[in-house]
């Protein structure tokens, strides 16, 4: 009982410290709407095509690892062949050859987030850095 009134009391200040503001790896921002009925729909708007920007992005980056990871099964089935053919160990596995590193798309999110900044701004919104 105790443990889930804690929960309680917790929880929500956690969630609240998240609402309106924007993490961008450099530091925090915090959003302020504008006031007017038309700048808020306006702001909507920035934030739908910040979503799809971002999985845009997200989707690149999926789409790389399937790539990687199908070159990888076959650079694999190769390898193995080798070894089979000089009679050696087979000591590596499918993910020996993956480099997934090379899918991160940090600078396309970067700019999603640069766009909305501006998009926001423009509908009359205003964001301080924290």
């Known amino acids: 009982m105790r443990r889930k009134l804690l929960i309680g ?7 609240a410290g998240c609402v309106g503001t924007g993490m961008t790896g450099k530091q925090a921002k915090t959003y302020a709407q504008p006031s007017s009925p038309g700048g808020r729909m306006c702001t909507r708007q920035c934030r ?19 790539d990687i990871q199908s070159q990888a099964i076959r650079d694999y089935e190769d390898y193995v062949r080798e070894q089979f053919k000089m009679r050696g160990e087979v000591d590596l596995k499918p993910s020996d050859f993956e480099q997934l ?3 991160a798309q940090p600078r396309c999110l970067s700019q999603c987030e640069d766009i909305y900044d501006t998009c926001f701004e423009n509908c ?3 964001i301080q850095n924290r």
């Open 9 to 15: 009391l917790f929880l929500p200040l956690l969630v």
């Open 48 to 66: 739908n095509a910040h979503e799809h920007c971002r999985d845009n992005c997200l989707f690149k980056e999926r789409q790389c690892a399937m």
């Open 101 to 103: 590193d090379k899918c």
């Open 124 to 126: 009359g919104g205003s």
